[in-house]
């Protein structure tokens, strides 16, 4: 009696473990809708280095020539701005958010959260972005959650496998019976060896190893019924338990033409058990990004009329900037640095803009350049002056993540007569 105590404590945990998982799926089902939510957080901003802060406090010189201190502060009891310690900084979620054209491609980054509710030790909750652009639907690679109980199901299977290919002879030696062979050519040194070799093979043993050989996909099939998946999977994470939500970035580099302007990313899937699905998930609400590209600023009006400009233009337009540079690096004006930028040849675009007039694009176009370099008393300078000059420039910060990352950083909005900009 004492022996088969462990057997039944072992079998009502079990019980119970799949009662809970019943009830899950239930509670899941019965909701009619369920799909994995996306979305999109301010953090993120690329790999663009963030600035630091020294003290909370920035000194940088606006538009007018006027030393001016940044500094992080909130509103008090009176209505005036007051100074505040620095503090981590808050994630807001959203539904959409800006990319940004570099070089040719854009990088598409959302934040997937799978909540406590879809996490089970039995379930393999398989998860497949949907890209969406210009109307057609791509997927993208999978992402996979992993109950402890089914990948250890899955890895005990494929050690089933193993042993049936370990169980395959791949040596020929193997099937003669090699003490009756020598002891025979021994006594017979001029027979055939040829022959006396397919005498003495054992046929029972090559015959039940061929069929062992070609019974090897039906085994793979029969044995590893929910195999482990590589290919084509961007995570496979495994849960040891139900805790709560999981969350993980996943990032898309994709290529970009100039007709694109905006792409949408939803999320579909479905949770397995064993070989078989029991739950179908909605696809969820799309995450949608607005593309943009440095080309917009391209400067139209100052433009020399012949055909390598116009076509440097046309290049700039249609994203070969390669090409834009070739045509138009003799000309050493905006257009050109613009065309080094998008290249991300972010020195020869800094020496061009040295010898080009002042300009709100020169001034915004500066303000990306140093943002790129980590400088962000200068990029901070050349933002202001450029909104400054061209008040527009204000919504186009919001669309370049250089420029974007300097305004969250720094809440860009409150200057107060006292030259102090708080945020």
Known sequence: ???????????????????????????????????????????????????????GKLLVTDAQGREIMIMRAIRDDDGDMAATDLLEPSIVMAAFRHAAIREGRVELCFDVTVPAEMQDSRWQLRL???????GE????????????????????????????????????????????LRVFMERNSGFSYVLARDHYTDRLKVYLNDRRVAGV?????????????????????????????????????????????????????????????????????????????????????????SEDYALGLEAIRTGDYALAVSLLKRYGDFNTALAYAALGYDASALSVLDGVAPSARKDYLLAVLYSRRGDERSSVECFLRACAEDPSMVHRGNLDPEISIITRKYKLKHLQQDETLYY
């Open 1 to 55: 009696m004492k022996k088969a105590i462990p057997y039944l404590v072992l079998a009502a945990a079990l019980l119970l473990q799949a009662c809970s998982t019943g009830r899950k799926l239930s509670a899941l089902n019965r909701e009619g809708s369920v799909s994995v939510p996306l979305s999109v957080s301010e953090d993120m901003a690329g790999e663009i280095p963030e600035p630091s802060v020294m003290d």
């Open 128 to 134: 497949t972005p949907v890209l969406t652009v210009l």
């Open 137 to 180: 639907d791509r997927d993208l690679e999978t992402i996979l959650v992993t109950g402890e109980e089914y990948r250890r199901a899955q890895l005990e299977a494929m050690e089933r496998y193993r042993r049936y290919l370990d169980g395959i002879i791949t040596d020929s030696l193997e099937f003669l019976h090699r003490r009756d």
């Open 217 to 305: 996909d039906d085994a793979y099939r029969r044995l590893v019924r929910f195999p482990v998946v590589t290919e084509g999977v961007r995570l496979d994470t495994v849960i040891a338990g139900d805790g709560g939500a999981l969350s993980y970035r996943y990032s898309q580099v994709i290529a970009a033409g100039p007709e694109l302007r905006r792409a949408l990313v939803s999320m579909k899937g479905a949770i397995y058990m064993e070989d078989r699905p029991v739950c179908t998930l909605s696809r969820s609400e799309p995450v949608t990004f607005y593309i943009s590209s440095l080309s917009t600023l391209a400067d139209t009006s100052q433009s020399p009329e």
